[in-house]
């Protein structure tokens, strides 16, 4: 166990206790236990913890390994089951009642993202086998219900139902109604010229935010004929000079506002509508490999774990895997703004 410090938590965040031993690659909130949280990593293990926000504690409640590193992670809509994405490209299925972990999908190439569609009852997977595959989890044949081929590997995914937003690895993002799966509705190209890091969409489901290796986000209109609406900004950067990865874009769905976090160990809140930061906060001492706040709004996770994009040269073992959660107040609420940024 490492301790807190004001170094390693200089925004005095609630640190979760007994982090995994190796890079955080994922983190999700439970959909009815708002403080409940789960996290992937590459130590292959995913882990669950309980966080009261009042006394500022977290306490761990389960852990189970994948027997593969994880990528990706979701729970299911009554929150009694998680499930998990490795590179192994197996897709399972932890049932916490029972602690048994079982495999439901399976890919070509590791699984980067994974979503539970509750409205449906299936498990949609994305990989780097270019593949989108869709599984009911109640059956055992091993099959998926429906399989479609895109472009190129999927580097992001994220859902909010009945939207669905691929981003793949040639800049192409496919939106797809998930009352019709079969094929994508629309396909637009990134307003970002550089390689895609993670997607988001907007609370409205009327378009996404997406991010770049290039410290660049785009929000994106799906309505040609409010394409206005649509513009890109750095953030992530030291003096313009320097750029950093956006590692994650998360919405706080109550409000409309959104955090990003990045390689540069810092994380904001943003107010797209306005075209302002709300709050930049204190950075950490190395990369936020992802992050997400609860459904509604009222915490905020984020992962200090180095990210390798500055390659095994900057690569330092005695910096530890940790995740803080926030308490959110006002700071993401529109109208609360600090200093411009577009």
């Known amino acids: 166990m490492f301790s807190s410090s004001t170094t390693t938590n200089p925004n005095n965040d609630i640190e979760l206790s007994s982090p995994p031993s190796d890079g955080v690659s994922c983190l999700k909130f439970s959909p009815k236990a708002n403080n409940f949280i789960v996290a992937g990593s590459w130590d292959q293990k995913v882990r669950c913890w309980e966080i009261n926000p009042s006394t500022k504690t977290s306490m ?42 079982v495999q439901v999908a399976q890919h070509t190439a590791p699984i980067k993202e994974c979503f539970w569609i ?30 479609l081929e895109l472009t190129e590997r999927i580097y992001a995914m994220d859902m909010l139902y009945p939207l669905l937003a691929v981003a793949t690895a040639d800049r192409k993002i496919y939106i797809y109604d998930l009352k ?16 895609t890091r993670c997607i988001s969409c907007f609370p409205d489901k009327s378009g996404f ?19 206005d609406n649509s513009f890109t900004f750095k953030c992530h950067r030291e003096n313009d000079t320097v750029a950093y990865a956006v590692n994650n874009i998360s919405f706080a769905l109550p409000y409309g506002t959104f955090a990003t976090a990045g390689s540069d160990g810092g994380f904001s809140f943003w107010d797209k509508e306005s075209k302002f930061r709300l709050k930049q906060f204190s950075k950490l001492p190395q990369s936020i490999s992802t992050a997400t ?13 180095y990210d390798w994009s500055k390659g095994s040269q900057y690569f330092d073992p005695n910096q530890p895997n940790s995740i803080f959660v926030r308490v959110v107040g006002d700071e993401a609420k529109k109208g609360n703004r600090q200093t411009k940024k577009r």
Not at 210 to 224: F, K, N, P, W, Y
Not at 293 to 305: E, G, K, M, P, V
Request: proline share 3%; aromatic share 10%; glycine share 8%.
């Open 293 to 305: 706040f609860n459904l509604d709004a009222s915490l905020y996770a984020y992962a200090s774990s």
């Open 180 to 195: 019709n799966p079969q094929s994508p509705y629309k396909t637009v190209e990134s307003l970002l010229k550089y390689q």
């Open 60 to 101: 761990p409640k389960a852990i189970i390994s994948h027997d593969a590193a994880i990528l990706c992670t979701d729970w299911s809509g009554d929150g009694t089951k998680v499930f998990t994405g490795g590179v192994d490209g197996k897709g399972k299925c932890w049932n916490l009642a029972t602690n048994q972990m």
């Open 209 to 227: 935010a997406l991010g770049s290796i290039e410290g660049r986000v785009a929000i994106q209109s799906l309505d040609d004929s409010k394409q």
């Open 118 to 147: 509750e409205e449906s009852n299936v498990l949609v997977t994305a990989s780097w086998d270019k593949t989108l595959k869709y599984w009911d989890t109640r059956q055992q044949t091993g099959a998926p219900v429906l399989s």
